[in-house]
């Protein structure tokens, strides 16, 4: 069937409105009880490493999922780029799994890291949106994402949806290690069940995004800020941003600032800093305040507690709606997609068709 912009003005923004819709198609799918709806054969227990492999925005999903691996299953993670991956020739346990992520399959970079895994581990898996492609095909186990098509170069919901199944595989690696009580597992599921509800609260008011876009959208350089798991997101807000608007964005570790970035900080520089009241929300608020004291722009990303704690004296702020502490990135992945398109609109660039870019990278 042929894909419609269903009266929006591009792919891209249908695209974002679909994700409290086909994230819960994915949640049906892999959470339909009170079990995880995966593979028995995907065991994870006695593994000594998980090696995630993808490009571009896939790769961002992997790197958040590396926090939750490690947190919720004891797992140690590996994660690189496939372009990289393929050609370093990396040692590999043989009690290992190598999960390759791909919205379309068909990254040549990628095929060729999982090529080079297949006789090496114990199991390859890939997670892909495209059910038909080469990765899924050669991978011993796929898992689609269940996305639906993806029609916008800068990927949005398939994002969301990767994060999705990558939590999945991380809550039953953390069953079958015994890392999590059967209580945790129960509240973390419980946790990605709520995930829907919160991005319809989180879509419902895009009108301040499109203004602050209105902003953005004469800066130079922006720089994203976030710790832990929100540090990926960060990054992949810059690439959202750079993808679509041409405007200059890197991602930082706020940890990292001191150590180069801040030399960048002035008046014209717009610094995203994405931070739910977590555990390490005192820490971004302490790197944020640097910025300020430069005279930074900070745009504060958070939800009640965190604006009532830490809003005094930045530039604008965004109110997520509370969201359950290991997932936060796959909610704050809204806001860091729509300041990107309203900021591309602002722009007036090809939001769907980006110069340059391609939806599928199929050579090298
Ligand atoms: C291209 C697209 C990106 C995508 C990347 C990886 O660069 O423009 O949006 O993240 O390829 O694609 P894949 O299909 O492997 O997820």
């Known amino acids: 069937a042929r894909v419609e912009k ?8 249908k695209e974002i409105a679909e994700q409290p819709v086909v994230l819960g198609d994915a949640l049906a799918h892999y959470l339909p009880g009170d079990t995880v709806n995966l593979p028995e054969t995907l065991d994870f227990s006695g593994l000594e490493r998980l090696t995630l492999v993808a490009c571009g925005t896939a790769f961002y999903a992997c790197s958040v999922a590396k926090y939750w691996f490690e947190t919720l299953a004891g797992l140690p993670c590996e994660i690189d780029v496939a372009s990289e991956f393929r050609y370093r020739e990396p040692p590999i346990p043989a009690k290992s799994f190598a999960l390759f992520v791909s919205q379309s399959g068909e990254t040549a970079d990628t095929l060729a890291a999982l090529r080079y895994c297949r006789e090496k581990v ?5 997670v892909v949106n495209v059910a038909t492609s080469s990765i899924a095909r050669e991978a011993d186990v796929a898992l689609p994402i269940l996305a639906g098509v993806e029609v916008g170069v800068a990927s949005t919901k398939a994002f969301t949806c990767q994060l999705l199944v990558l939590a999945t595989l991380a809550l039953k690696a953390g069953r079958d290690r015994g890392h999590l ?10 946790g990605l069940r709520s995930l829907p509800g919160l991005m319809n609260a989180a879509l419902a008011g895009d009108g301040p995004v499109a203004a602050l876009a209105e902003r953005l959208a004469e800066a130079q350089d922006i720089l994203f ?12 807000g810059a690439l959202k941003l750079k993808e679509i608007s041409y405007i200059h964005a890197e991602g930082y570790a706020s940890g990292e600032l001191k150590h180069g970035p801040i030399a960048l900080i002035d008046r014209s520089v717009p610094v995203i800093v994405l931070a739910p009241h977590d555990r390490l929300f005192d820490k971004t608020v302490s790197n944020m305040q640097e910025v300020m004291a430069r005279h930074g722009q900070v745009l504060l990303i958070s939800d009640a507690k965190g604006l009532a704690a830490a809003a005094e004296g930045v530039w604008a702020t965004l109110k997520m709606p509370e969201v359950p502490e290991p997932f936060a990135p796959i909610l704050y992945a809204l806001p860091a997609q729509l300041l990107a398109y ?13 110069r340059n870019l391609a939806k599928s990278v199929t050579v090298e």
Request: no cysteine; hydrophobic share 50%; aromatic share 8%.
């Open 122 to 126: 114990a199991k390859t898996v890939a």
């Open 225 to 236: 800020l976030g710790r832990g798991p929100m540090f990926p997101l960060a990054l992949e």
């Open 181 to 190: 009580s059967a209580e945790a597992f129960a509240a973390h599921v419980a």
């Open 6 to 13: 269903a009266g929006y003005k591009h792919f891209m923004a």
């Open 342 to 354: 309203h900021t591309a609109v602002a722009k007036g660039t090809d939001v769907d068709q980006p």
